[in-house]
């Protein structure tokens, strides 16, 4: 097993909650790990079938098999189990319930009526570019690692993802979207989900893109809400505050996974990244997960911005703390050109900044302290020390 990140916070959380909730995508290694952690508690999945309608029809029954808890995995998928467990904390301060779903829209939605205050929540995405490193996996290219993706079953069964994409999405269709409101028509859905891969690192366009899917605005937005609260994709937001220029209000859209948006865009070889038409996007998405990794991975729950103004002028991705911005500018290119600096001077303009405030993340090999600022290689994210640093 990789050791995953987010092994010491669930750890020290325990210690202060009787209830942990762990959300994230499907097969992101979430079960793995609770296992790994809480060896001790008996698991107990809600996605059988038999379990379930246990579960359902005869909570407090089903409940007292664990009189010291369990781990109960896809919780969602017995909403009333959650007021039962309210009750037994509250009674037993030696009880502990470790909660795992992939829908994060239900889950939640129960957690606030039921669980508030008494649960410690943490996400758990696809491995990080260091836990594919502890676990001695590497790529002898970017490319290579966009179109594979960072699912952990990828790595464990040794599947390729041309054979587990699909499947992904398949069983993402079958088992989440039919839970969900919204949605009719299965395979417009599907289509839905593939024009949104072919929008990543775009502007987020309502109108046009339920134009294309033949679908109103409005459906286009619930829609995506229902990939959002299931980890398919993300809302980068824009970064406003403290400007007067005319700036872009509209978010950016990005997959949790590069290797599923290249599955849905019909990339079927790593060769074909190269040359495709996405592969800046793609790049792109692949680095700004690494920082939303860094922060969920260590508990905190905030994600990157952009900056954009009305003359096109645009920083890719902003890591805020409080006060604190620091810009990086993201380029696929694999040779270092001061050109990429071009939008990282301008911002330093406007914010009075030093020539060192920045930096540009590239598709080289080699990380290079310059006189204009910092290019890092895409292997070596961990010298951008900010948020989530240990």
Same mark, same amino acid.
Not at 263 to 286: C, D, P
């Given at each position: 097993m990789i050791?995953?990140?987010?092994?010491?916070?669930?750890?020290?959380?325990?210690?202060?909650?009787q209830v942990i909730?762990l959300?994230g995508?499907?097969q992101?290694?979430k079960?793995?790990?609770?296992?790994?952690?809480f060896?001790?508690l008996?698991?107990?999945?809600?996605?059988?079938?038999d379990?379930?309608?246990?579960a359902?029809t005869?909570?407090?029954?089903?409940?007292?098999?664990?009189?010291?808890?369990?781990?109960l995995?896809?919780v969602?998928?017995?909403p009333d189990?959650f007021?039962?467990?309210?009750s037994?904390v509250?009674?037993?301060?030696?009880i502990?319930?470790?909660l795992?779903?992939?829908?994060?829209?239900l889950?939640?939605?129960k957690?606030s =009526?039921?669980? %508030? #205050?008494? +649960?410690?929540i &943490?996400?758990l995405?696809p491995?990080?570019?260091a836990?594919l490193e502890?676990?001695?996996?590497?790529f002898?290219?970017?490319e290579?690692?966009?179109?594979?993706g960072?699912?952990?079953r990828i790595?464990?069964?040794a599947?390729?993802p041309?054979?587990f994409y699909?499947?992904?999405?398949?069983?993402?269709?079958e088992?989440d979207?039919?839970?969900?409101?919204?949605?009719?028509d299965?395979?417009?859905?599907i289509?839905?989900? =593939?024009?949104? %891969? #072919?929008r +990543?690192g775009? &502007?987020?366009?309502?109108?046009?893109l339920?134009?294309?899917a033949?679908i109103?605005p409005n459906?286009a937005k619930?829609?995506?809400?229902?990939?959002?609260s299931?980890?398919?994709v993300?809302r980068?937001e824009p970064?406003?505050?403290?400007f007067?220029k005319r700036?872009?209000?509209s978010?950016?859209l990005?997959?949790y996974?590069?290797g599923?948006?290249?599955s849905?865009?019909?990339?079927?070889?790593a060769?074909?990244?190269?040359s495709?038409?996405?592969?800046?996007?793609?790049?792109e998405?692949?680095?700004?997960?690494?920082f939303v990794k860094r922060?969920?991975h260590?508990g905190?729950?905030?994600?990157?911005?952009f900056?954009q103004d009305?003359?096109g002028k645009?920083?890719?991705?902003?890591?805020v703390?409080g006060?604190?911005?620091?810009?990086?500018?993201?380029?696929?290119?694999?040779?270092i050109?001061?050109?990429?600096?071009?939008?990282?001077s301008?911002w330093r303009?406007?914010n009075?900044l030093?020539d060192?405030?920045?930096?540009?993340?590239?598709?080289?090999e080699?990380s290079?302290?310059t006189?204009i600022g910092?290019?890092?290689?895409?292997r070596?994210l961990?010298?951008i020390?900010?948020?989530?640093?240990?």
């Amino acid at each position: 097993m990789i050791e995953r990140t987010l092994t010491k916070k669930i750890v020290a959380l325990a210690e202060k909650f009787q209830v942990i909730t762990l959300t994230g995508p499907r097969q992101s290694g979430k079960t793995t790990l609770v296992k790994a952690v809480f060896p001790a508690l008996p698991y107990v999945s809600l996605e059988e079938p038999d379990i379930r309608q246990i579960a359902l029809t005869d909570p407090r029954g089903f409940l007292s098999n664990y009189p010291d808890g369990a781990i109960l995995d896809e919780v969602q998928n017995t909403p009333d189990l959650f007021s039962y467990i309210q009750s037994l904390v509250d009674q037993n301060r030696q009880i502990q319930f470790i909660l795992t779903g992939s829908s994060n829209f239900l889950l939640m939605e129960k957690i606030s =009526q039921t669980l %508030a #205050g008494r +649960t410690a929540i &943490l996400h758990l995405l696809p491995f990080s570019f260091a836990e594919l490193e502890q676990g001695a996996q590497s790529f002898d290219d970017y490319e290579s690692l966009i179109f594979k993706g960072q699912y952990p079953r990828i790595y464990d069964r040794a599947l390729a993802p041309t054979d587990f994409y699909p499947a992904y999405i398949q069983t993402y269709v079958e088992r989440d979207v039919r839970m969900m409101k919204n949605i009719g028509d299965i395979n417009t859905f599907i289509r839905f989900i =593939q024009l949104c %891969a #072919g929008r +990543t690192g775009q &502007l987020l366009n309502y109108t046009s893109l339920a134009n294309d899917a033949g679908i109103s605005p409005n459906t286009a937005k619930a829609w995506l809400s229902v990939l959002e609260s299931s980890y398919i994709v993300y809302r980068l937001e824009p970064f406003h505050k403290n400007f007067s220029k005319r700036l872009v209000k509209s978010p950016k859209l990005y997959f949790y996974d590069t290797g599923l948006a290249c599955s849905l865009l019909g990339i079927r070889a790593a060769q074909q990244v190269n040359s495709h038409y996405m592969k800046g996007a793609l790049f792109e998405n692949l680095v700004i997960n690494e920082f939303v990794k860094r922060n969920l991975h260590h508990g905190e729950r905030r994600y990157p911005y952009f900056w954009q103004d009305s003359r096109g002028k645009e920083i890719d991705c902003l890591l805020v703390d409080g006060e604190a911005i620091l810009p990086v500018e993201i380029k696929s290119g694999k040779t270092i050109s001061n050109s990429y600096f071009a939008n990282l001077s301008y911002w330093r303009h406007l914010n009075k900044l030093p020539d060192s405030a920045g930096y540009v993340v590239y598709g080289g090999e080699q990380s290079l302290q310059t006189s204009i600022g910092s290019f890092i290689s895409w292997r070596e994210l961990d010298q951008i020390l900010f948020l989530g640093s240990d």
